[in-house]
């Protein structure tokens, strides 16, 4: 079972950016599909981003398509997520966690996804 911790999150304004880094334990890293999600206040988990194992394909929820860039180092055991022109709509705890995967795709089905990370939280002030 893997083990997840995420870093780099903060308060800061909007249009600004950040980048969150996941850092993983195990041998088998990669051979995981990865993948951010985040929560605010009062709702649910929401997909945010996922790469596939090799990190050549992506996918990336509508809302942060264009501002959100996700990417992986499987030398490292990291995923990280650059953000850009940051909303206030963006605010919330950002989790990274794992997907099996047989083909080099990025899954996207929140139920495939395990062993959550701690979170991080993002705070986007206007």
Known sequence: ????????????????SLRLSCAASGRTFKTYNMGWFRQ?????????AS?????????????VKGRFTISRDNAKNTADLQMNSLKPEDTG????????SLFDTA???????????QGTQVTVSS
């Open 1 to 16: 079972q893997a083990q997840l911790v995420e870093s780099g999150g903060g308060l800061v304004q909007a249009g600004d």
């Open 40 to 48: 605010a206040p009062g709702k649910e988990r929401e997909f945010v």
């Open 51 to 63: 790469i596939s194992r090799s990190g050549n394909n992506t996918s990336y929820a509508d809302s």
């Open 93 to 100: 705890v950002y989790y990274c966690s794992v997907a099996a």
């Open 107 to 117: 899954v996207t089905t929140p139920s495939r996804f395990h062993s959550w990370g």
